[in-house]
């Protein structure tokens, strides 16, 4: 990923306001309609709209799902739906984009050339998969007239890495940034000022903009489909836009097709789903904003003063400790529940209370509900906020483990927040799926497995080692999808990685992942290391793991190459991670001559039923080679003199850590 666009989308210039209805703020949306209904910026929106043009305008259950006092809709149909089903106030929106189009006098530039492409893109929840070299070899064809050929990227699809062949085949790659930045209207329709045509491969906001602007828009190439994760605002698995939004065939046959110029049913299509004619006027917005703030500013008053009432009643009527821990509980499981904004209020309201509590309540109960605090603060990105609670968490509780932690190593404490724990634990095994980790998309491809990585290298901190040297070598025997390398550059950015992977779908998701976070000085083999190169048959094992194997009764058997890991021994090796199946103590036999240039060396352990144990080789091998070593369980068959309950045929793991003496 090219460094402008990397911190285009992780900059964000002008935080959009934190208030309580997103879709009124991301896009720029919040900036453009204060502006629009002469609203101070200070102030919360207390409304909710959609983020753009709708293509389905009958359906409008999201919305429903939000408490708002008052519902905008960019599309007059979309009103009268809501009109049959809720009696809450609803108006059109007067689109904030063309707004501000509008009041800064945004026109094309005169010297506009070329064609703008903009791929359809992917949400947090939802893949878009397109044949993407079809894609731009279509759109190179396309005659001079419309050449060069640029394209726009969503925040999404950047962190994915799927402008990487945009940018290979010769195409320059833009982006509007960050969805939470004010500034993302300024550079969107900077963008678009340039181009004298725009393009999509499914009807889009940028269509609307395009249009209202004046620069002819056209639908080309191959149509998407989407795979949809978890997201249930539309259908799951797989499905074609097209198709299954209802307004979204009529916009597409009207703009499907190269076209130089604007057609009128594309002006009236335009003006109906932006609201040009039918969105109310900027008096009647302003009305709207300070009637409402004014309502809920009241009731916030009110609510507060309810919430004193009931806090000094509960204070005459039980026990001080009992009332604490009760609000200390409520807002812990509101945090846990995802409830951010609730859990924010009672944790503060405990840290109001410090002044009547006793020293062991304000170290039981304060330095947690700072701590917690702080973890709020990191889900919504505000890292100096964190930092300081965290400091005050240590304040009243200097013992509190999780907050030395923290400030000892910031960036690997809260590596999922708890919503997406919950996500990724309900998702059926061995479905693939993507998730924000660390600033950057990581796909996998088993929930369960997943989780279980995150503890035992995030969490658990197993691979953790010291070093002097700024620039260490460490060894991946079993990189899987690549979660030990970020935890390895996280720790060491200019480590030299040697990493192994040879199941080829993990690898393709390494590769995927690796891309996403561009890291550098890596060396990756889709290979097994084993005691000589060559080939050797692997179980896939469901696809998210895999073992060489030594007794035939396995159905899903593949051919691998094999690499002979004692030949990468030869230098001096900071740390040696072996996390392989099937075949770990014949490899470290063979590396027994070479042993002496590891200094870390970290062993997974697995004992299967059918195997001849191996762990007293592997103890002696490390002994030998001068390593003092620890054991860890990690399973174990509960009752091994009786009935024996395997996992998976493994009847005993562990970890093994050898470390010089």
Request: proline content about 5%; charged content about 25%.
């Amino acid at each position: 990923m090219s460094n402008s666009l990397f911190e285009t989308i992780q900059q964000i210039k002008e935080p959009c306001f934190n208030g309580p209805y997103w879709t009124a703020e991301i896009y720029g949306f919040g900036k453009w309609i204060r502006d629009y209904g002469f609203f101070p910026r200070l102030l919360p929106l207390y409304i909710m709209t959609d983020h753009g043009p709708r293509f389905r305008n009958d359906d409008i259950q999201f919305e429903l799902n939000f408490s708002a006092p008052v519902q905008f809709f960019h599309c007059q149909l979309s009103v009268e739906a809501w009109k049959k089903v809720s009696k809450k106030p609803c108006y059109v929106l007067f689109s904030p984009f063309v707004h501000y189009r509008q009041s800064r006098n945004i026109k094309q530039n005169q010297d506009a050339k070329g064609t703008l492409a903009y791929p359809a893109h992917s949400t947090l929840q939802i893949n878009e998969e397109t044949d993407t070299e079809k894609y731009i070899e279509e759109l190179l064809k396309l005659p001079e007239e419309f050449q060069p050929i640029h394209a726009q990227f969503h925040y999404y699809d950047i962190l994915r890495g799927r402008h990487y062949l945009w940018e290979k085949a010769g195409i320059k790659v833009h982006t509007a940034g960050h969805p939470d930045d004010y500034c993302f209207t300024e550079r969107f329709y900077d963008i678009l000022r340039r181009f004298k045509f725009t393009t999509s491969n499914l009807p889009m906001s940028c269509l609307y903009y395009s249009i209202e602007m004046g620069i002819p828009h056209f639908i080309y190439g191959p149509s998407p489909k989407y795979y949809n994760y978890g997201d249930d605002t539309v259908k799951l698995g797989e499905y074609d836009p097209v198709t299954y939004f209802s307004g979204i065939k009529q916009v597409y046959e009207s703009f499907n097709g190269i076209r130089k110029d604007i057609s009128q049913e594309q002006k009236k299509l335009v003006e109906l789903g932006l609201g040009l004619k039918t969105g109310i006027s900027r008096i009647h917005m302003a009305l709207i904003l300070y009637r409402i703030w004014i309502i809920e500013t009241i009731n916030k008053i009110f609510n507060s003063f309810k919430i004193f009432l009931d806090l000094a009643r509960s204070r005459l009527n039980e026990p001080k400790e009992m009332a604490i821990a009760r609000q200390y509980q409520k807002a812990s499981r509101e945090r846990q529940l995802g409830n951010l904004k609730s859990a924010e209020i009672l944790f503060t309201s405990l840290l109001q209370k410090a002044s009547l509590l006793s020293p062991e309540l304000k170290s039981k109960y304060l330095g947690g509900a700072c701590f917690h605090l702080g973890l709020i603060k990191l889900q919504n990105g505000q890292k100096e906020k964190a930092t300081s609670y965290f400091k005050r968490a240590l304040e009243f509780n200097p013992d509190h483990k999780k907050a030395k932690e923290y400030l000892a190593d910031p960036d690997m404490i809260f590596p999922l927040s708890d919503p997406e724990r919950l996500r990724i634990a309900s998702l059926p095994r061995y479905q693939k799926d993507t998730v924000l980790f660390h600033n950057h998309f990581l796909t996998f491809l088993d929930g369960p497995s997943l989780l279980s990585g995150i503890k035992k290298i995030f969490e658990e901190k197993n691979y953790e080692f010291f070093t002097t040297n700024p620039t260490p070598v460490i060894i991946d025997a079993g990189a899987n999808i690549g979660l030990s390398i970020i935890y390895f550059k996280k720790k060491f950015p200019n480590a030299r990685i040697i990493a192994f992977e040879p199941n080829p779908d993990i690898y393709k998701v390494l590769s995927q992942n690796m891309k996403s976070f561009e890291f550098t000085n890596i060396e990756y083999h889709q290979k097994a290391v084993w005691k000589e190169n060559g080939i050797s048959q692997f179980d896939t094992e469901g696809g998210v793991s895999g073992r060489l194997i030594k007794y035939n009764d396995k159905k899903q058997l593949i051919n691998v190459s094999t690499i002979r890991l004692a030949d990468f021994l030869k230098e001096k090796i900071d740390f040696l991670k072996i996390d392989i199946e099937g075949a770990r103590t014949e490899v470290i036999q063979d590396c027994y001559d070479n042993l002496h240039n590891v200094s870390y060396l970290f062993v997974e352990y697995h004992s299967y039923h059918k195997e001849k144990q191996s762990l007293h080789e592997i103890l002696t091998l490390l002994h030998k080679a001068g390593f003092r070593y620890h054991v860890k369980e990690l399973f174990t068959v509960p009752y091994p003199f009786l009935k024996r309950s395997l996992q998976d045929e493994m009847e005993l793991q562990l970890n093994i850590f050898g470390l010089r003496k």
